[in-house]
């Protein structure tokens, strides 16, 4: 199977050296041509030459900032995908780089192989964006959208304990939309979507018995950056307020923006209910799968505190009588 970065060019921009061709070594592995530079000024010089599908770049540099690379590359005629290496002080500034438009970054010290898998989904993404402006209609978004939930299908395949669950997410928050008077069509597809955020955490991550300190901040962040790559591929507001919130409980302890009860959108408490419903019903590596009573006992505990009662009640109806949707 062809890497999605074959062909790609890539520039990597880190003012160690070492980190720099480790990088490159990573992506030129897996298909790529890559340029190299080692100070925030030579990246600017390599990005105004164009041509780049990919900027990798370090934040803190003589002449420039990542930050500023960051900026110079979105302001380009067809900008690259960008990923930001950040130390591990400086990852909460690396997640608000997402806001600035960044498709995601990996925190030092990272395996070569997390570079890569994180280059690759950045890739994908890019070329999802122009296939959307080439067609220039908002129409496209739907089908857009629905392509980039197969892909996140194929790559739950790779995790034998997160196969099937965005699917089934999606046919759970498509039964709850009528119950809770929501849009049918938003619901199912930001359900399709809704983990792509995940996608930049390695799936031998999950399966540790302990998650290292920069997976956990992966996780914690996958809403934000989920949102912010649906966004730039064109979903309406909708679908990425869900997206970004459908972690958030209704008592306010969840993240990433501890929103809580009405303050979290409408489409985003059914999805988050619906993700919830979809992880007890799935296998784990320290617990089996629940049977439907088991779930919804856990909703009615979860009531007022991760669930609002309305999607509780509402999930608690349909479960009984469609008990299937939690195969």
């Known amino acids: 199977m062809t890497s999605p970065l074959a062909g790609r060019q890539i520039l990597v921009v880190d003012d160690e050296r070492a980190i720099a061709a480790q990088v490159a070594r990573a992506l030129e592995h897996a298909g790529a041509s890559c ?11 390599q990005l105004e030459r164009g041509g ?8 803190e540099m003589p002449g420039a900032s990542g930050y500023d690379l960051l900026d110079a590359a979105l302001r380009l005629p067809e900008p690259p995908a960008v990923i930001i290496l950040a130390s591990p002080g400086e990852a909460a500034g690396a997640a608000a780089a997402l806001e600035r438009g960044a498709d995601g970054y990996v925190v030092k010290p990272f395996q070569p192989a997390q570079v890569e898998r994180e280059a690759a989904v950045a890739a994908e993404l890019r070329s999802m964006r122009q296939a959307l402006a080439a067609v220039a209609v908002q129409r496209q978004t739907g089908p857009v959208l ?15 304990f997160r196969v099937g669950f965005s699917s089934r997410t999606a046919r759970l ?57 649906v966004e730039r591929l064109g979903a309406d507001r ?28 409408p489409i985003a408490r059914a999805l988050g209910t619906a993700a919830a419903i979809s ?10 799968r629940r049977d ?8 009615n505990q979860g009531r007022e505190t991760q669930f609002g009662s309305a999607e509780v009640d509402a999930a ?9 949707l939690l195969a």
């Open 35 to 45: 340029v190299t530079a080692h100070s925030g000024r030579e990246g600017l010089e």
């Open 52 to 59: 780049f599908d990919l900027l990798v770049t370090d934040v």
């Open 146 to 160: 629905v392509v980039l939930g197969e892909v996140i299908n194929a790559a739950e395949r790779a995790d034998p």
């Open 173 to 229: 928050a498509g039964a709850l939309a009528a119950p809770l008077g929501i849009d049918s069509e938003r619901v199912v597809l930001a359900a399709r979507v809704h983990d792509v955020g995940m996608l930049a955490v390695p799936p031998t991550e999950l399966q540790r018995g302990e998650l290292a300190r920069q997976t956990q901040h992966l996780i914690r962040v996958h809403p934000t950056l989920g949102a912010r790559w």
């Open 238 to 265: 909708a679908i990425v307020a869900a997206v970004a919130a459908h972690q958030e409980r209704y008592d306010g302890n969840g993240y990433p923006g501890a929103l809580a009860g009405a303050d979290i959108p």
């Open 279 to 288: 992880a007890m019903c799935g296998a784990r590596p320290w617990r089996e």
């Open 292 to 299: 439907p009573a088991d779930v919804i006992s856990e909703l």
């Open 316 to 324: 608690v109806e349909v479960l009984r009588l469609r008990p299937d």
